[in-house]
């Protein structure tokens, strides 16, 4: 994801046979895709992108279900599979307070309760389980679950996230 970019989401595979491609929300409302129109597709490794104009959405079994112009055929999505789906970030929707992207957790520093580092999240990994924190730590790279008695409070500002770690996860 590009700086100026923020994602909506990533193609999972195509749907049907008229080229809607099924579209995993990064967000807790795939509805957001109703709300933007031109979008840019990005490669898995970032090195091809494709504008895209979004023609329908439609909301089915969590995901939303995007027809992209110029995208007729199932084989054509299947070409997409885990792009992401990306606006300018000039267009992310206003956060409400406690609210924060994925994203913005990158750099930031884990706190346990008393006041030692464990370390800094180098990047985000969405699993079929949930979020996971990728940690460089004292003792080498180990993940933390992203879930709310673990990461207790976020400090945007600080760049910090109070954490209370289950024992043995450093070890991991």
């Known amino acids: 994801m590009s700086g100026d970019r923020i994602a909506l989401g990533i193609i999972r595979k195509a749907h049907g046979v008229r ?3 099924s579209v995993e929300a990064w967000s807790d409302s795939p509805e957001r895709f109703t709300e933007v129109s031109t979008v840019t597709l990005v490669s898995q490794d970032e090195s091809s992108t494709r504008d895209s104009v979004i023609e329908s959405v439609r909301i089915h ?3 939303a279900l ?3 112009a110029g995208i007729e055929s199932p ?3 299947q070409l997409l599979q885990n792009w992401t789906v990306e606006v300018p970030s000039s ?3 206003k956060l409400d307070v406690d609210e924060y ?3 913005d957790l990158v750099g930031m520093t884990l706190i346990s ?3 030692v580092s464990r370390g800094k999240v180098i990047e985000i990994e969405e699993t079929g389980g949930g979020v996971l924190l990728v940690v460089n730590g004292p003792r080498g790279r180990f993940d933390v679950p992203f879930a709310a008695d673990i ?3 976020i400090d945007l500002e600080a760049k910090t996230i109070a954490v209370n770690l289950p024992v043995g996860i450093e070890d991991l």
Do not use: M
């Open 75 to 77: 084989e054509e999505v």
């Open 151 to 153: 990461c207790t409070k």
């Open 19 to 21: 080229g809607e491609a």
């Open 113 to 115: 309760s008393d006041g």
């Open 101 to 103: 992207f994925l994203h």
């Open 61 to 63: 079994a969590g995901r």
């Open 91 to 93: 267009e992310a929707r």
């Open 66 to 68: 995007v027809k992209f």
